[in-house]
């Protein structure tokens, strides 16, 4: 149902191998990028997803190592790409930092290239369809407004496909009806009710992306049995000191939380060049073994029915 790309994933600069915060989810046809670190607009092009339906801008917090990248992607805009109209969610302190760069450095008094919303995160469901919903949730770190999403598929009641024919319900029309929650009439006079043919509610995949964060404590019922939790592993456990000093996670405390919490799969990024990366991922997954620690251009495939897999890139991509 969902698929995330890792468009940065370095902690605080740029290193050779990673860039700054950014990472892109899509479902259906619509694309959410999560945060916009230095670069992100080479990040784009070189993952070969382009600029197409990427109108929604999810931002974690206002710290310019994930807020940088706005600058460029607006100069590209301005004068590469159209887009019908671009929304840019974030707390008010973080949507404040933006106003500055984007108002102030970047159009110094010019329209917008398209229509430009900044629009003010608050706790709860904020962008939904049929199929499924996009909710922010508080989180800490240094300073204020800073926020998690959770990208959750809708529940569906399976359609038991041998109770129908054993009931005599033929293929076709009849039975969209009672997936849609409508009784049936049959030609024999006899009526069909959804639940005779629908089984219970079957949970949707549901992807949780933390960004930077100091503690997990009250986030127990967001990411409880998540398919896919998205989490930062800035430092380790030895350093756990300067973790807690700078409003950071360890690897070590994202791979406890994620096994207290029944999470399928532990995705880490926001990786520190002061570490070995078989360190960092060594240290997680001796605790909760279904751990990556992503590197850029990584793209993974979360649905209800199968493990959280790597996507390989297509040929040429990159």
Known sequence: MFEIVFLGTSASAPSVHRGLSAQVVMVKDHRYLIDCGEGTQRQILKSGIGFKRLN??????????????????????????????????????????????????????????????????????????????????PVKHRGRDNYGFVFQEKSRRPFLVEKAEALGVPAGPERARLVRGEAIRLGDGRTIQPNDVLGPDLPGARLVITGDVATFDGMEGIVQDAHALVTEATYIDE????????????????????????????????????????????????????????????????????????????????
Do not use: C, N
Request: avoid cysteine.
């Open 56 to 137: 929604r801008i999810l931002l974690t917090h206002g710290h310019l190592d994930h807020i940088l990248g706005l600058a460029g992607l607006m100069s590209t805009f301005m004068r590469w790409e159209s887009i019908d109209a671009l929304e840019i969610w974030g707390g008010r302190a973080t949507l404040d930092r933006v106003q500055d760069l984007v108002f102030g450095v970047v159009l110094r008094g010019a329209k917008p290239p398209m229509p430009l919303h900044l629009i003010d995160l608050k706790p709860g469901v904020f962008l939904e369809d049929a199929d499924y919903s996009v909710e922010a949730f």
């Open 239 to 318: 350093d756990a000191e300067m973790a807690d000093s700078f409003g950071h996670m360890t690897a070590g405390r994202a791979a406890r939380f994620a096994a207290e919490m029944g999470v399928q799969t532990l995705l880490l990024t926001h990786v520190s060049r002061r570490y070995r990366e078989r360190d960092v991922l060594d240290e997680a997954r001796r605790i909760f073994p279904r751990t990556f620690l992503v590197r850029d251009f990584d793209r993974f495939s979360i649905a209800k029915d199968r493990p959280v897999t790597r996507v390989l890139r297509e040929e040429g991509e990159g």
